[in-house]
């Protein structure tokens, strides 16, 4: 294995790392700081960034109208719904249980791809899809013959769904922009539509401003080194080892979450949070897993030697 390809998996390693323990961080900054004015600022923070960079390497171009259209519904759901809901559900939920049903994602994206899109089901796919969703009733529980989901937990599920949804919108932009360039407009779009969710969080329940200059520094680090650095540390990666093997990575997420959340927050670890995960991530393998066909077909296209 060649050298660059050794420091791309341990840049997966370490991004994967840090956007685990970034679940836990964002439920301390929580102490200090209101759910949606924290997601408002660390997005602002995050789409700065992104500005600095874009303009210092001016690759940006003008989005057509019909891209304009996509943007918007990334910033919608990707930013503006995902952002409010996973902020308010981390306030009511643990960080653990946070990521271990937004680790979901991949599997209601293929739900919705079917709804939707009319995408055909395989039978790996609806395994994985029965596996996950066995796993996330283990996370959330199931009390007196019933689900029993808590305030947090739901408004998790509803983040998840709500990042499937934006993770739909980016398929059809890929066609014809780079993900850096979807990723600097969809996150500026986002923080323009967070700004007025801000102002109904204050005039509704009133906005929480922490005093201390750690809970701004700590913020500060959340935005713009957990989501805009390890953002292109992880494109990096991907480009070097690809996305099959990229996304491996992101099993490592929410078992960081777990860990970190029991020593920076003195969270319990539970059996179900435990068994829970292992059959979250389980179905999502079993259902991203490449057929024997696509792989022959890759192994045939690889140049000989």
Same mark, same amino acid.
């Given at each position: 294995?060649?050298?660059?390809?050794?420091?791309?998996?341990?840049?997966?390693?370490?991004?994967?790392?840090?956007? %685990?323990?970034?679940?836990?961080?964002?439920?301390?900054?929580?102490?200090?700081?209101?759910?949606? *004015?924290?997601?408002?600022?660390?997005?602002? *923070?995050?789409?700065?960034?992104?500005?600095?960079?874009? @303009?210092?390497?001016?690759?940006?171009?003008?989005?057509?109208?019909?891209?304009?259209?996509?943007?918007?519904?990334? =910033? /919608?759901?990707?930013?503006?719904?995902?952002?409010?809901?996973?902020?308010?559900?981390?306030?009511?939920?643990?960080?653990?249980?946070?990521?271990?049903?937004?680790?979901?994602?991949? /599997?209601?994206?293929?739900?919705?791809?079917? @709804?939707?899109?009319?995408?055909?089901?395989?039978?790996?796919?609806?395994?994985?899809?029965?596996?996950?969703?066995?796993?996330?009733?283990?996370?959330? %529980?199931?009390?007196? =013959?019933?689900?029993?989901?808590?305030?947090?937990?739901?408004?998790?599920?509803?983040?998840?769904?709500?990042?499937?949804?934006?993770?739909?919108?980016?398929?059809?932009?890929?066609?014809?922009?780079?993900?850096?360039?979807?990723?600097?407009?969809?996150?500026?779009?986002?923080?323009?539509?967070?700004?007025?969710?801000? =102002?109904?969080?204050?005039?509704?329940?009133?906005?929480?401003? $922490?005093?201390?200059?750690?809970?701004?520094?700590?913020?500060?680090?959340?935005?713009?080194?957990?989501?805009?650095?390890?953002?292109?540390?992880?494109?990096? %990666?991907?480009?070097?080892?690809?996305?099959?093997?990229?996304?491996?990575?992101?099993?490592?997420?929410?078992?960081?979450?777990?860990?970190?959340?029991?020593?920076?927050?003195?969270?319990?670890? $539970?059996?179900?949070?435990?068994?829970? =995960? @292992?059959?979250?991530?389980?179905?999502?393998?079993?259902?991203?897993?490449?057929?024997?066909?696509?792989?022959?077909?890759?192994?045939?296209?690889?140049?000989?030697?």
């Amino acid at each position: 294995m060649s050298s660059s390809m050794i420091k791309a998996f341990i840049s997966l390693f370490l991004v994967s790392v840090l956007w %685990g323990c970034n679940y836990p961080v964002s439920a301390y900054l929580l102490q200090g700081f209101s759910p949606v *004015f924290l997601s408002t600022v660390r997005i602002c *923070f995050t789409s700065l960034f992104l500005i600095i960079v874009a @303009i210092i390497h001016k690759g940006m171009k003008r989005p057509t109208i019909s891209e304009w259209k996509y943007l918007i519904g990334v =910033g /919608i759901f990707g930013t503006l719904l995902n952002q409010t809901f996973y902020f308010t559900g981390l306030h009511h939920t643990t960080p653990a249980n946070a990521s271990l049903i937004i680790s979901l994602a991949p /599997i209601a994206t293929i739900l919705l791809e079917r @709804i939707i899109f009319k995408v055909k089901f395989t039978i790996k796919k609806s395994a994985g899809a029965m596996i996950s969703l066995i796993g996330v009733f283990s996370i959330i %529980g199931v009390a007196n =013959g019933g689900l029993g989901i808590s305030w947090g937990d739901f408004n998790i599920l509803i983040a998840m769904l709500c990042l499937s949804i934006s993770i739909l919108f980016i398929r059809g932009l890929a066609k014809t922009m780079n993900t850096f360039i979807i990723t600097v407009y969809s996150t500026v779009l986002g923080s323009v539509l967070m700004i007025p969710a801000a =102002g109904v969080e204050n005039l509704v329940s009133g906005s929480v401003m $922490s005093h201390s200059l750690y809970m701004w520094i700590l913020l500060s680090f959340a935005g713009i080194m957990a989501q805009g650095v390890a953002g292109f540390w992880w494109n990096k %990666g991907v480009a070097k080892v690809g996305a099959g093997t990229a996304s491996m990575f992101m099993n490592i997420q929410p078992f960081v979450a777990i860990l970190a959340s029991h020593f920076i927050l003195g969270n319990h670890i $539970s059996i179900n949070q435990i068994i829970g =995960g @292992i059959l979250v991530l389980l179905g999502v393998f079993i259902a991203n897993m490449p057929s024997a066909k696509s792989v022959v077909s890759t192994r045939s296209n690889k140049p000989a030697i």
